[in-house]
């Protein structure tokens, strides 16, 4: 998911108003098997319970209605996913073979 949306997260990393970047949200079709869903948010609830008033933003792969993973981050993952893209392609080649 994240390898497919890099350039919607390197967008969304540098972006001065992220929080309005994706109004609503997009569907982008990558192959049969990968639909993704991307919607960003003014506010967000951190894994310590903590309301972060940060722009976040919310990846889902979906099959119909089913959101069958998902991921989160804010602005400053985002710019981190992006600077270690080459280390994530790299990674996923060794994994998959």
């Known amino acids: ?3 497919y949306s890099i350039a919607t997260i390197e967008e969304f990393a540098v972006a001065e108003n992220p929080g309005y970047m ?3 949200s997009k569907v982008r079709v990558h192959d049969p098997d990968m639909i ?3 919607q960003t948010f003014p506010v967000f609830i951190n894994s310590y ?3 972060v008033h940060e722009p ?3 990846l889902e792969r979906i099959d119909g209605n089913q959101v ?3 991921i989160g981050f804010g602005q400053r993952k985002a ?5 270690l893209k080459i280390d994530i392609e ?3 080649s060794s994994v998959n073979g």
């Open 1 to 3: 998911m994240i390898l």
């Open 22 to 24: 994706i109004r609503g």
């Open 36 to 38: 993704i869903r991307l």
């Open 49 to 51: 319970g903590e309301s």
């Open 56 to 58: 976040f933003l919310r």
């Open 68 to 70: 069958l993973h998902h």
């Open 79 to 83: 710019a981190a996913l992006v600077i």
């Open 90 to 92: 790299e990674w996923l």
